[in-house]
């Protein structure tokens, strides 16, 4: 399988050598599709329901993991309920340990 980095914002233009998903959903297809190297979540999309919080959810409960996550969510309170989804899952045993998560806030404006 095909091993990618995904770069998921509605604002920020991805790092390059980064595939850009605007979309849950289209970031789900990616998890579904490639084997995912570094996943860097952002918490705030254009639909206030369907945020990154909501897609972390998604990825614990049908297990769909990257090699490597990074939540760089501008949005302190919502990028910090998505780190703690991960760190919870993984204290739960429902997403692996050796998975790598971190914090990493960007400003909106470079």
């Known amino acids: 399988m095909e091993k990618i980095s995904v770069f998921l914002d509605d604002f920020r233009k991805p790092p390059q050598g980064y595939v850009l998903a605007e979309t849950i959903d289209e970031c789900i297809i990616l998890l579904k599709s490639y084997e995912i190297d570094h996943l860097s979540l952002d918490h705030d999309l254009t639909s206030y329901s369907r945020n990154g919080l909501m897609l972390v959810k998604i990825m614990v409960a049908e297990r769909l993991?990257?090699?490597?996550?990074?939540?760089?969510?501008a949005n302190s309170v919502g990028g910090?309920?998505?780190?703690?989804?991960?760190?919870?899952?993984?204290?739960?045993?429902?997403?692996?340990?050796?998975?790598?998560?971190?914090?990493?806030p960007l400003p909106l404006y470079p």
Do not use: G
């Not at 993991?65 to 969510?73: D, E, V, W, Y």
């Not at 780190?83 to 739960?92: H, I, M, P, R, V």
């Open 80 to 104: 910090k309920a998505m780190y703690n989804c991960f760190l919870n899952a993984q204290k739960d045993h429902m997403m692996p340990q050796n998975i790598k998560v971190y914090l990493r």
């Open 65 to 73: 993991f990257a090699n490597r996550i990074t939540i760089h969510s």
